[in-house]
């Protein structure tokens, strides 16, 4: 029997959206509000979903303590309370959109989780807007 499990975490955290190959004025232009020096935060939502087999003897397809053990060391209290760009190292050389939280998000689980599992995140940055990821 195939199956999905989702985990949903929720972090709080600053981040500025500005590219530095681009002028100031292009990056304002181009991020607007989000491009603030002084920065700007968000409560994010996090869903994460795996998908696979259920294991007939146990009846799981995964522990879900496992699962928020995993999301949480590696992603909620690495973002949680953290301006994004200057505490948290995979976003010093990554502009912090939703798509790269994401990305960082989705490769940070995807290496502590069962490969014979399926991940899919989900990433909330406001109640209207989100980004799906399922790897590459």
Same mark, same amino acid.
């Given at each position: ?8 975490? %929720? ?13 100031? $004025?292009?990056?304002? $232009? ?19 979903? *795996?998908?696979?087999? *259920? ?10 303590? *496992? !699962?928020?053990?995993? *999301? %949480? ?19 010093? $050389?990554?502009?912090? =959109? ?9 490769? %940070? ?11 899919? !995140?989900? !990433?909330?940055? =406001? ?10």
């Amino acid at each position: 029997m195939i199956a999905s499990a989702t985990r949903v975490e %929720r972090f709080n955290a600053a981040h500025r959206l500005h590219n530095p190959n681009w002028t100031d $004025e292009r990056n304002e $232009e181009f991020y607007g509000l989000c491009n603030n020096k002084n920065y700007h935060g968000h409560n994010y939502k996090l869903l994460v979903k *795996v998908t696979g087999e *259920v294991d007939p003897e146990s009846g799981y397809l995964l522990d879900l303590k *496992v !699962l928020k053990d995993i *999301v %949480r060391d590696e992603v909620t209290m690495r973002f949680d309370h953290k301006n994004l760009n200057l505490d948290v190292d995979d976003f010093k $050389e990554l502009i912090p =959109t939703a798509e790269n939280i994401a990305y960082v998000a989705w490769h %940070r689980i995807r290496k502590k989780l069962d490969k014979k599992l399926d991940l899919y !995140l989900t !990433l909330y940055e =406001t109640d209207r807007n989100f980004i799906e990821y399922a790897g590459n």
